[in-house]
């Protein structure tokens, strides 16, 4: 049986700022201190493999966990964040011309094939999460710690549900219900051998724990 415990990256520029910062947005003061608490939590834990986002922030906030674990580290772009349209990077969240864009994608999220222009679609998402999915089921070690970011953790525990047969609209009102925050914990399990109850080979035991920021 794995265990999976995927963490939220600490608090960024982007977070608390008024500007889309993409890949580039660093971690706050905050978000330093959010990263040093929690990789305290997984200083008991059995941790074999940490796996991070190779954005700036999820990384900064894999390094400060694992001085703690001393672990080996893998960094890799199938864990990133959610690709956005390159005409939302460095602008701020209120501009007009952004407001509009994110109206449209948001209208637009369950049409087959629909983007504005170069960002990640339903599609796009649903295709990388389960490769994710895919990626740890084969992955050799069997206590995993993955740091990721907070839309693209809907996804994947999304897919965790449902499958291949995700739709926008169950992906939906997953992301809407069931938020995440700052360095926010989240436990599964994967088991092929013997599948918990209604046959689905994964379990997410714990979502978004966060009690170490009090």
């Not at 436990?187 to 994964?202: A, L, S, Y």
């Amino acid at each position: 049986m794995k265990k999976i415990y995927f963490v939220r990256h600490g608090e960024r520029q982007g977070n608390i700022g008024v500007a889309r910062l993409g890949h580039k947005g660093l971690l706050t003061e905050n978000g330093i201190k959010q990263a040093e608490i929690v990789a305290l939590r997984f200083k008991n834990i059995p941790i074999d493999l940490v796996i991070s986002s190779d954005w700036t922030r999820a990384k900064h906030t894999a390094e400060i966990i694992n001085k703690a674990l001393d672990k080996k580290v893998e960094f890799s772009p199938l864990f990133a964040e959610r690709k956005r349209a390159s005409e939302e990077l460095e602008k701020r969240k209120d501009d007009p011309v952004v407001l509009e864009m994110n109206r449209l994608i948001y209208e637009n999220h369950g049409v087959p094939g629909w983007r504005y222009s170069d960002e990640e679609n339903f599609d796009d998402l649903k295709t990388r999460a389960l490769k994710v999915l895919d990626f740890l089921k084969n992955t050799k070690e069997e206590n995993i710690l993955v740091v990721t970011h907070g839309m693209f953790m809907g996804m994947i525990a999304s897919c965790m549900i449902f499958g291949k047969d995700l739709t926008s609209a169950e992906h939906r009102r997953f992301v809407i219900t069931f938020d995440t925050d700052n360095t926010g914990i989240t436990f599964c399990e994967w088991d092929k051998v013997n599948p918990p109850k209604r046959h689905n080979e994964w379990s997410i035991l714990v979502w978004n724990d966060h009690a170490h920021l009090g």
